[in-house]
Nanobody, 126 residues
């Protein structure tokens, strides 16, 4: 059974940093691209970042470019999202997802992902 479990969310002041984690199990991690999406209350789910299974493709949503960084550790089956210069509008549930696709065209689309975690909440106070 595939499981994606996010952690590391919390409350942080605007301008601060936070790193969230996603631990994957039950899948061949090295063959899945990993992505982060976020969903704020009353808003649609938004693409945040993705990294292909090879690490050769890294893609960010426009609203987080230059502030967030995605990385992955194959030995730990874990993907990370380092979030810097946080803004109140970054407040959301952050979900990780796994996709067998590896192109930038596919990785920012929810439909490309087969597995999803439950999310970890990030609150940025002003």
């Amino acid at each position: 059974q595939v499981q994606l479990v996010e952690s590391g969310g919390g409350l942080v002041q605007a301008g601060g940093s936070l790193r969230v984690f996603c631990a994957a199990s039950g899948l061949r991690f090295s063959r899945y691209s990993m992505g982060w999406f976020r969903q704020a209350p009353g808003k649609e789910r938004e693409f945040v970042a993705a990294m292909s299974w090879s690490g050769g493709v890294i893609y960010y949503g426009d609203s987080v470019k230059g502030r967030f960084a995605i990385s992955r550790d194959g030995a730990k089956n874990t993907v990370y999202l380092q979030m810097n210069s946080l803004k109140p509008e970054d407040t959301a549930d952050y979900l990780c997802a796994a996709s067998p696709s590896s192109t930038a065209y596919a990785l920012n689309r929810e439909g490309s992902y087969d597995y999803w975690g439950q999310g970890t909440q990030v609150i940025v106070s002003s």
